[in-house]
């Protein structure tokens, strides 16, 4: 096994933007969810955050894919990566609290490992892995609780539509890294979030009609908040911080994401959630600790 990379007090301070930044988005989503359908709010944030990388890739002068197939590439990854669970994220917000819902949505890398075993010989499930994937999967179960089993409602497939966007998340990882190898991640970013939004923006007119952008104030910064920091400068950062750092290390921010936006949620929207959400999100932290394996300083489970 390869040496992990190490995290300097720099690439710490950007892991710490990036999880405020993406902690932030929940909050967002339910300000912008009070005036806006769920369809317009994503056809928001994959539109505004496409223009704003387009001219980055510009700025930086980066040259563009002449291949079709790479943009193709991109649609798939533009449906897997934000227009799926951009919407399922949005709607389950209209009906669970956002700080259960970043919870839920730490399930990203639990779901990510068991795709990647399926996919990839060389991320098979070892037992170390799997005894992570169980203890997250506990954690997800414990947040969602028995009760949305034996009385499933709206609340409970608000739950599932969350855990629905972690399970796009993953199987846009292995798209990813089977189509995506010879793209700049900038350009993987402009194209794919470009295909969202070509399938979202037409979608939101058809469902919540023509945008009368005369929202509240307090709608608009929540607008700008997910275009421009939650989408674009977030991306833009996540790819820096995956090359200093590393795929391993980056997974800290799914653990920082969910206070983030708890704590957010409780000073901006008074939200009080169950002590199960607490519970399940300590085993999912810890499931996704051990999957990273750095809490074993001996190696007494295999890697």
Request: a positive charge.
């Amino acid at each position: 096994m390869s040496p992990q990379k190490t995290i300097s007090p720099h690439a710490w301070l950007e892991i710490a933007i990036l999880s405020l930044i993406w902690g932030a988005s929940f909050l967002a989503f339910s300000i912008a969810l009070r005036e806006l359908g769920v369809f317009t709010t994503v056809a928001f944030r994959t539109g505004g955050g496409a223009i704003i990388l387009w001219i980055y890739i510009i700025a930086r002068r980066m040259p563009l894919p002449r291949d079709p197939k790479i943009w193709g590439a991109f649609l798939v990854m533009g449906i897997l990566n934000n227009a799926i669970p951009f919407s399922l994220i949005a709607w389950g917000q209209l009906h669970i609290p956002s700080g259960l819902a970043s919870i839920l949505n730490g399930s990203t890398a639990i779901i990510g490992a068991i795709v990647a075993a399926i996919a990839f010989a060389d991320e098979r499930l070892t037992l170390r892995k799997t005894i992570g994937v169980l203890f997250g999967f506990f954690g997800v179960a414990t947040a969602i609780g028995l009760s949305a089993l034996t009385q499933f409602d709206i609340t409970s497939l608000a739950q599932l539509a969350i855990v629905g966007s972690s399970t796009a998340y993953a199987l846009s990882g292995v798209w990813a890294k089977l189509t995506m190898k010879s793209v700049a991640p900038q350009m993987a970013a402009a194209g794919m979030m470009t295909a969202a939004a070509l399938i979202m923006v037409p979608l939101g007119i058809y469902v919540d009609g023509v945008p009368s952008f005369d929202y509240r104030t307090e709608t608009w910064v929540a607008l700008l908040q997910l275009v421009a920091l939650s989408t674009a400068v977030a991306y833009l950062l996540y790819y820096r911080l995956l090359g200093m750092v590393g795929s391993g290390n980056l997974m800290l921010v799914t653990l920082t994401v969910a206070p983030v936006a708890i704590i957010l949620g409780a000073l901006v929207l008074g939200e009080d959630l169950s002590a199960n959400a607490y519970v399940g999100f300590a085993f999912l932290a810890l499931g996704l600790l051990i999957i990273d394996g750095r809490i074993f300083k001996r190696k007494t489970i295999p890697a």
